[in-house]
């Protein structure tokens, strides 16, 4: 396992010098990908369903707003993180388009190169959930997307910080 992690890592450090990030964002260009074969099966509840079978409810600033989440890890490893409990983050604006906050552990990252936009939520870095007001194109892993963004929405992500909680429902 280990071997496997230094290799990783070598691989991930010569090829830091082969590729030229996109230009339309400040964001860092550092993604992570957990290993797959390291992922949990989906936890049951104290009434014995599973994580995979609930929603993930999403406030912001107190506002439950509805969002269609993707079917992928990701999604899966956020879900089993919520069995214990929900979650609440504190996010900063940044670049003039988006909202960023730490997670307390890595997801299983799947990124792409995408173009986000406005209501659109991903992982960065495999630990960091963003939520979008405006556009970037960047390699993110999608969550999901706010199913009725609109001007109320954009106004609270707009703020300089923002508080998130995350819960099962």
């Known amino acids: 396992m280990l071997s496997k992690l230094m290799l990783t890592l070598l691989v991930c450090m ?7 990030p996109p230009t339309t964002s400040d964001t860092p260009a550092t993604p992570s990908v957990s290993d797959p074969s390291e992922a949990q099966p989906p936890e049951e509840t104290a009434e014995g369903e599973s994580t995979a079978d609930q929603t993930i409810t999403l406030d912001i600033n107190g506002t439950e ?66 939520l979008f007001y405006g556009s970037n194109s960047w390699s993110y892993t999608k969550l999901g997307h ?24």
């Not at 909202?99 to 992982?123: C, K, R, Y």
Request: aromatic share 6%; charged share 20%.
């Open 146 to 169: 706010m199913t009725d963004f609109d001007e109320a929405t954009d106004a609270l992500l707009r703020a300089d910080t923002v508080t998130i909680t995350l819960s099962l429902a």
């Open 65 to 130: 707003i509805p969002v269609q989440w993707e079917e992928n890890r990701a999604v899966e490893d956020l879900k089993a993180l919520l069995a214990d409990g929900e979650l609440t983050i504190q996010t900063q604006a940044y670049g003039g388009f988006e909202q960023v906050g730490s997670l307390p552990q890595s997801l299983t990252a799947d990124n792409a190169q995408v173009t986000t936009e406005p209501g659109d939520i991903v992982l960065y870095n495999g630990n960091s959930i963003v």
């Open 14 to 20: 010569g090829m830091t010098g082969c590729g030229t």
